[in-house]
């Protein structure tokens, strides 16, 4: 990216660059980008605004604190699904219903996708923008299977001690 803007912004500088990259949003900022087109702006425009203004205050060291924070986000959202199925189901927990990805989804996939959006709900918690679940939020470990799996025996944990049996 640094490269092209040095290359291309001496002979024209009415281009725009853009990064299409959420995971280094500051650091492209920082670098001389003019904004970016990303995915997480659909889950979650509050933070991805905020990197932006943060940065074009010169406030780069929280911008940076703000966009590791969007990082554990990405991650979840990207890694356990098929593009853009887990930013699908972000948006969806922000109330933006944007309707299927692909179709036709199997039944592991779907199973896969509502535990998911189970520790997106979590992280979203974290950013205060939704309430966290009923049942409470398992540590994250910063891997999306992991913690996929943490949460269901969180949840299976906490059920049982609601129950008397733990």
């Not at 709900?121 to 939704?130: G, K, M, P, T």
Request: charged share 25%; proline share 7%; net charge neutral.
């Amino acid at each position: 990216m640094m490269r092209m803007i040095a290359a291309i912004r001496p002979i024209r500088p009415d281009f725009t660059f853009l990064t299409g990259w959420e995971a280094i949003l500051a650091p492209s900022l920082m670098a001389g980008c003019d904004g970016g087109t990303n995915a997480s702006s659909n889950a979650v425009p509050e933070v991805t605004r905020r990197i932006y203004d943060l940065c074009r205050a010169g406030k780069y060291q929280e911008a940076m604190q703000w966009n590791y924070r969007i990082l554990a986000l990405f991650d979840t959202m990207l890694f356990p699904f098929e593009f853009p199925d887990g930013f699908r189901a972000a948006a969806a927990l922000r109330g933006f219903e944007f309707g299927a990805g692909r179709l036709p989804q199997t039944g592991p996939q779907k199973t896969d996708r509502a535990e998911m959006a189970k520790v997106l709900q979590c992280i979203l918690a974290d950013f205060e923008l939704v309430s966290r679940p009923p049942e409470g939020c398992a540590p994250r470990t910063g891997q999306p299977a992991t913690d996929k799996l943490e949460q269901v025996v969180f949840e299976v944990m906490h059920e049982l001690e609601k129950r008397g049996i733990f």
